[in-house]
């Protein structure tokens, strides 16, 4: 008895297996909890790596709150910094426009004693003047030609047109007589405009040719502290 | 999805199916239609295969890989003395010295398990069992393995008795005849049918009696004869007198103990027979 061994289990199919060009015997049944095992330890790899990736994108997205809340910082400083930097700017061109007019009206020859002395020496004698208004970009002169030995009126008032035009800061063709009449006495009643180109300004020589000194010495001045002229 | 191993007991009756949910093994069965198994031969193939598929979906058997145990007609089997496992193969299939058994080397399927100091061959023909294959197929059924009911039978009877008794006759219905299976030292010596038809039962059992006390007069051993009764409860009693009390022998029929909890059937099933019982837990035993 002690020696009895009992019987394997037989399997009718081997030979057939065999005939189909198959394994003798089935492969080996992986039991349900292998199943569970190896589901199990997939689970556990597929949660850790998204636990990892849930930690990384965490930690990046902490890196990028950091960044982003250093860069609205950053921002806010620089559009301060371009708030005040407009303000400035503006600031800057006003007062570089306040000074252009101030130191355009302190050298302005239309308004000082060279511009009176430029007018007398344009004028022929037989001319007088009776109002000039002073524009930015224009002279309106109204006055009466008086006819004198060698010229009428109206050649008068065409040699005062051809003066004026004859100065440098009279663009060509900018000088015409807009209205010109006779009166009941000899003379003639005119209305001259003269267009005045305001980009060229007189040189402080010239200043002082026209008898302008002090305008001249304000010009030099102004122009070694390099101020816009 | 996971693949659970489940058993497929086949007779001329029925079909069981038995699987293991936890700890206990579950089985419910489903009677063939009249005729579908004939001699062990499956003849309405179609209909047992689509058997066979709902009896495991309306158990939630999910993922089922069958090991069927063919029915008792059908299938025979020999011991081979003095026949090394390593040509086995050959002699089973030399068609000189075919084997003294009705199936052609040819036209059947066979293999061997060693058994004490020989072999013992089993062998089906190849109709049957490809037309249990197809039965398989038609539910669409990995099939694993296929064994034979009084195989897994004789496993359970030798585990039970294997430090109670070196003779063992044992006896079972075989249809409307009886069955004797005389088992030395776990080796199936000698097995025989006797036919009970026009016969009395008294007159069967005193040809079982005569066969017994022959065998044992031939294999010149004396006593432990140690007897297992296969039969209903309401059977069993009339067997008892087949049991020689003075010349020492017994009945060993017991409960399996085997840490096998097979459970009761479900949904009205008929109760296992003892032999389908014994099947059963000789194949559960094997996977356990």
Same mark, same amino acid.
């Given at each position: 008895?002690?020696?009895?061994?009992?019987?394997?289990?037989?399997?009718?199919?081997?030979?057939?297996?065999?005939?189909?060009?198959? *394994?003798?015997?089935? *492969?080996?049944?992986?039991?349900?909890?292998?199943?569970?095992?190896?589901?199990?330890? $997939?689970?556990?790899?597929?949660?850790?790596?998204?636990?990892?990736?849930?930690? =990384?994108?965490?930690?990046?997205?902490?890196?990028?709150? =950091? $960044?982003?809340?250093? &860069?609205?910082?950053?921002?806010?400083?620089?559009?301060?910094?371009?708030?005040?930097?407009?303000? &400035?700017?503006?600031?800057?061109?006003?007062?570089?426009?306040?000074?252009?007019? $101030?130191?355009? =009206?302190?050298?302005?020859?239309?308004?000082?004693?060279?511009?009176?002395?430029?007018?007398?020496?344009?004028?022929?004698?037989?001319?007088?003047?009776?109002?000039?208004?002073?524009?930015?970009?224009?002279?309106?002169?109204?006055?009466?030609?008086?006819?004198?030995?060698?010229?009428?009126?109206?050649?008068?008032?065409?040699?005062?047109?051809?003066?004026?035009?004859?100065?440098?800061?009279? *663009?060509?063709?900018?000088?015409?007589?807009?209205?010109?009449?006779?009166?009941?006495?000899?003379?003639?009643?005119?209305?001259?405009?003269?267009?005045?180109?305001?980009?060229?300004?007189?040189?402080?020589?010239?200043?002082?040719?026209?008898?302008?000194?002090?305008?001249?010495?304000?010009?030099?001045?102004?122009?070694?502290?390099?101020?816009?002229? | 999805?996971?693949?659970?191993?489940?058993?497929?007991?086949?007779?001329?009756?029925?079909?069981?199916?038995?699987?293991?949910?936890?700890?206990? #093994?579950?089985?419910?069965?489903? /009677?063939? !239609?009249?005729?579908?198994?004939?001699?062990?031969? !499956?003849?309405?193939?179609?209909?047992?295969?689509?058997?066979?598929?709902?009896?495991?979906?309306?158990?939630?058997?999910?993922?089922?890989?069958?090991?069927?145990?063919?029915?008792?007609?059908?299938?025979?089997?020999?011991?081979?003395?003095?026949?090394?496992?390593?040509?086995?193969?050959?002699?089973?299939?030399?068609?000189?010295?075919?084997?003294?058994?009705?199936?052609?080397?040819?036209?059947?399927?066979?293999?061997?398990? @060693?058994?004490?100091?020989?072999?013992?061959? +089993?062998?089906?023909?190849?109709?049957?069992?490809?037309?249990?294959?197809?039965?398989?197929?038609? %539910?669409?059924? @990995?099939?694993?393995?296929?064994?034979?009911?009084?195989?897994? %039978?004789?496993?359970?009877?030798?585990?039970?008795?294997?430090?109670?008794?070196?003779?063992?006759?044992?006896?079972?219905?075989?249809?409307?005849?009886?069955?004797?299976?005389?088992?030395?030292?776990?080796?199936?010596?000698?097995?025989?049918?006797?036919?009970?038809? /026009?016969?009395?039962?008294? +007159?069967?059992?005193?040809?079982?009696?005569?066969?017994?006390?022959?065998?044992?007069?031939?294999?010149?051993?004396?006593?432990?004869?140690? #007897?297992?009764?296969?039969? !209903?409860?309401?059977?069993?009693?009339?067997?008892?007198?087949?049991?020689? +009390? /003075?010349?020492?022998?017994?009945?060993?029929?017991?409960?399996?103990?085997?840490?096998?909890?097979?459970?009761?059937?479900?949904?009205?099933?008929?109760?296992?027979?003892?032999?389908?019982?014994?099947?059963?837990?000789?194949?559960?035993?094997?996977?356990?």
């Amino acid at each position: 008895m002690a020696g009895r061994t009992l019987l394997p289990v037989p399997d009718l199919l081997r030979q057939r297996r065999v005939e189909l060009g198959l *394994p003798a015997s089935s *492969p080996p049944l992986r039991p349900a909890l292998g199943y569970v095992g190896m589901a199990s330890g $997939i689970g556990a790899v597929l949660l850790a790596a998204v636990l990892i990736m849930y930690w =990384q994108l965490l930690n990046r997205e902490q890196t990028l709150q =950091q $960044i982003l809340n250093d &860069s609205s910082q950053t921002e806010q400083r620089v559009a301060k910094a371009k708030s005040r930097l407009k303000k &400035s700017t503006t600031s800057a061109a006003k007062l570089e426009q306040d000074t252009e007019q $101030i130191t355009t =009206q302190l050298v302005s020859l239309r308004s000082g004693s060279a511009f009176l002395e430029q007018l007398r020496r344009v004028t022929p004698v037989g001319i007088s003047l009776q109002t000039v208004v002073v524009q930015p970009v224009q002279l309106r002169i109204n006055g009466l030609a008086h006819p004198n030995g060698r010229a009428d009126g109206y050649e008068q008032i065409n040699a005062i047109t051809l003066n004026f035009e004859s100065l440098p800061a009279v *663009p060509l063709g900018s000088a015409f007589v807009e209205k010109a009449q006779g009166t009941d006495a000899d003379s003639t009643n005119f209305i001259l405009q003269v267009g005045i180109d305001p980009s060229i300004k007189p040189t402080p020589q010239q200043l002082r040719e026209l008898g302008a000194d002090g305008l001249a010495s304000r010009f030099e001045f102004l122009q070694k502290q390099g101020l816009p002229l | 999805m996971a693949a659970r191993r489940v058993v497929a007991l086949a007779t001329e009756r029925r079909l069981i199916c038995c699987w293991q949910v936890k700890s206990v #093994w579950c089985w419910r069965s489903v /009677d063939w !239609p009249s005729d579908a198994c004939v001699g062990g031969m !499956p003849a309405q193939r179609d209909a047992m295969g689509e058997m066979l598929a709902e009896l495991l979906f309306e158990s939630d058997v999910i993922g089922a890989q069958l090991e069927l145990l063919l029915p008792l007609d059908g299938v025979d089997w020999r011991v081979l003395d003095g026949v090394q496992s390593d040509f086995i193969d050959s002699v089973l299939a030399d068609q000189d010295q075919p084997l003294q058994w009705p199936l052609n080397p040819l036209e059947s399927y066979s293999c061997v398990s @060693p058994c004490s100091d020989g072999l013992l061959a +089993i062998g089906v023909s190849r109709s049957m069992l490809l037309s249990w294959i197809d039965v398989v197929e038609q %539910a669409d059924l @990995p099939l694993r393995r296929v064994d034979w009911i009084l195989m897994s %039978a004789l496993r359970t009877i030798n585990y039970l008795t294997v430090d109670r008794a070196r003779q063992v006759a044992w006896l079972f219905p075989h249809g409307s005849a009886l069955r004797l299976v005389l088992i030395q030292d776990g080796v199936p010596e000698v097995d025989h049918i006797f036919s009970m038809a /026009d016969k009395p039962l008294n +007159i069967v059992m005193s040809e079982v009696r005569r066969t017994v006390s022959a065998w044992q007069q031939l294999m010149n051993v004396r006593g432990m004869l140690g #007897w297992w009764f296969s039969f !209903p409860d309401s059977l069993q009693q009339s067997f008892m007198e087949l049991i020689d +009390i /003075d010349r020492d022998e017994r009945l060993l029929n017991q409960v399996f103990d085997g840490n096998i909890e097979l459970s009761d059937g479900l949904h009205g099933d008929e109760p296992l027979e003892p032999l389908e019982h014994l099947a059963l837990l000789g194949m559960l035993k094997e996977m356990t």
